[in-house]
């Protein structure tokens, strides 16, 4: 407060807002508002939350309010992704993180790409190979798997690409692992993408070195996960040691 002089003389006290009162009561009086409509809803993975949420797609309306009035029209805002759990907002590209429970099925089809990819390549002959490969479908979730499942799935797929006469990884086998694991190698650490690499290298070593075809196979896998070649090559050296 700032002391000043009245007609009559006496000293009389002139009040000054603080800063930042100043300017909540002049967002009061003019500023911009925006009115937000929703266009879509469904579930995604929330940042903020940690974990998978539904959330709301909205646009918005801005306008220049003045006295608490929406007076002029400002344009359009958005689209945001609105979290309907914490409220936070995020940028539509949040979308492009798959849900957990959509990455797991993912990470579920990869394996089992990854396995038939392998047994293709003349492993449904070793029974050895096959006892890994169930195992190793066991654990991805197919509780339900047995060897003579595994034998008739790869019979017919083989039957139905061609691939009964393919010398390495034909052309079909190639598309097949790059539509299965391309898009979800962005989504796993670098860990993660060894991992699935590894468990079709232990089943080609179940019965015997690399063939020409496994090791073909595995390189294009490495490949779709985006892994370095001469990690891949590390990375099937490293399969062969005991661990």
């Known amino acids: 407060m700032l002391p000043a002089r009245g007609r009559n003389g006496r000293k009389s006290r002139i009040l000054a807002l603080p800063v930042s009162r100043g300017r909540a009561v002049c967002r009061r009086v003019i500023g911009m508002h925006t ?91 070793s029974r050895t190979t096959l006892d890994t490969a169930v195992a190793t479908l066991r654990g991805a979730g197919y509780d339900d798997c047995t060897e003579e499942r595994l034998v008739a799935l790869v019979d017919a797929l083989a039957t139905d ?19 299965a694991l391309g898009p979800l190698a962005p989504h796993l650490a670098p860990a993660g993408r060894e991992a699935l690499l590894l468990q079709g290298a232990r ?20 490949c779709a996960l985006t892994i370095d070649t001469d990690e891949v090559a590390r990375l099937l050296v490293a399969a062969r040691t005991p661990s």
Request: hydrophobic residues 40%; contains cysteine.
């Open 35 to 125: 009115a937000w409509d929703t266009v879509g809803d469904g579930e995604f993975f929330c940042p903020a939350c940690g974990g998978d949420r539904n959330y709301q797609r909205l646009t918005g309306r801005r306008r220049f309010v003045l006295l608490g009035l929406p007076v002029v029209p400002r344009g359009t805002a958005g689209p945001v992704i609105q979290c309907a759990a914490c409220q936070d907002f995020f940028d539509p590209d949040v979308l492009d993180h798959p849900t957990t429970t959509r990455l797991s099925a993912m990470l579920r089809d990869a394996v089992h790409t990854v396995v038939l990819a392998v047994l293709s390549t003349g492993g449904t002959t």
């Open 161 to 179: 690409a061609g691939r009964v006469t393919e010398p390495d990884c034909g052309p079909g086998l190639a598309i097949e692992l790059h539509e």
């Open 203 to 222: 089943i080609a070593l179940a019965d015997g070195p690399y063939t020409p075809a496994e090791r073909d196979v595995l390189t294009t896998a490495g």
